[in-house]
């Protein structure tokens, strides 16, 4: 039982820290502005999904 415990806390504990970095991050008005045209660029297939994310992750976490 205490195994299975301390498994669901652990679980809970990165859950909880992905839920947050999405939130932060989809909340981010930088962010929500550049994604529409990133999608729209993949479509086009003037860039990569990879080099988008990259790209949309670099300015999330070069913010001041």
């Known amino acids: 039982f205490l195994r299975n415990r301390q498994q669901q806390e652990e679980t809970t504990l990165f859950e909880t820290i992905e839920s ?27 860039i990569s999904p990879y080099r988008a994310a990259q790209q949309l992750l670099g300015h999330y976490f070069s913010k001041p």
């Open 20 to 46: 947050e970095l999405k939130r932060n991050f989809y909340d981010n008005t930088l962010i929500s502005k550049a994604i529409p045209l990133a999608v729209e660029d993949i479509k086009n297939g003037r």
